[in-house]
């Protein structure tokens, strides 16, 4: 299973518990989590029941509805407490340069976070993708010398280097939106 798996299935958990698999998967579908973290539907029952055997998930309990079968439902750990914690940190202050799935999780699930972690971690990410646009540059400095590699392939950095810029000015804007108080944060009332 694979970390974006985990951790989209996790944060859900955490989210909507206690909750049953068929909800979970029906609710990720509408967020349309298998175009853009590639998690099809069957892989949801398959990291529910990974994740109850990591010790992160407990079965809460079964629940009936109507002439439907019963259906167990879950509920985070607190050893899955955790393990979401530390997940979405790693998402959070690291900067992916061809991915753009890990951000697209953290900004699903960033609220079990505080609002201070949060603004904190995005001014990084600001810093964190000027280095790796800077990289980048090199980047095609070294294509450009390279009599072996196609000159083409350089499209592949200015793609990146064109998707970081945006992923910079979402951070930049989503931070001015949590500091006006938008969304509701680890430790806040809702």
Known sequence: ???????????????????????????????????????????????LRS??????????????????????????????????????????????????????VLTSFMYALQREEVLAGLLHRVSEIDARIASNTYRIGDLAASTSTPRYVREVFELAT??????QQWARDVSERIRAGDYIFAGEER
């Open 1 to 47: 299973m694979s970390a974006t798996t985990r951790l989209v299935v996790l944060g859900a958990v955490h989210q909507f518990q206690p909750v049953h698999g068929y909800f979970l998967r029906r609710e990720l579908m509408t967020w349309h989590i298998d175009k853009w973290a590639n998690i099809q539907p069957g892989s949801v029952y398959n990291a």
């Open 51 to 104: 994740l109850m055997n990591d010790g992160f998930l407990a079965e809460n309990g079964t629940e009936t509805a109507g002439n439907r079968p019963e259906r167990t439902t879950y509920r985070i750990t607190d050893a899955g407490e955790v393990e979401l914690l530390r997940m979405l940190r790693d998402t959070l202050w690291n900067v992916e340069v061809f991915d753009t799935t890990p951000v697209m």
């Open 162 to 167: 064109a998707r970081l810029h945006g992923e």
